[in-house]
């Protein structure tokens, strides 16, 4: 019985997860924002915080992707039971010796 594992994309729910771990750059931006509505300094520095926080999330998010992947991707095999103390083991020694006999 082989075991294969469903592998679905996942990849807007990367994305917001990314962007929720780097939650700096919102600080960032935000501070920059409320500087330019009390001082008068240009929007454009907020909007390109933001804008470089949106982009290296999302680089970051491609770059895991594209390396799942790439992964193994053939289903994993059983291994035999080499264990001569389990009940698997003595059945199928004994098995072997009838037929060995036979």
Not at 63 to 69: D, K, P
Not at 71 to 100: C, H, L
């Amino acid at each position: 019985m082989k075991k294969v594992i469903p592998r679905e994309s996942g990849f807007f729910l990367s994305l917001c997860l990314n962007l929720a771990f780097q939650f700096e750059w919102i600080i960032i931006g935000s501070l920059l924002l409320v500087v330019h509505f009390i001082f008068g300094l240009s929007i454009w520095f907020a909007v390109v915080v933001y804008g470089l926080w949106l982009l290296q999330a999302l680089l970051v998010t491609i770059t895991l992707t594209m390396a799942n992947r790439c992964g193994n991707q053939e289903p994993v095999k059983e291994k035999p039971n080499v264990n001569p103390y389990s009940v698997g083991a003595k059945i199928k020694a004994e098995s072997e010796q009838e037929e060995q006999k036979n």
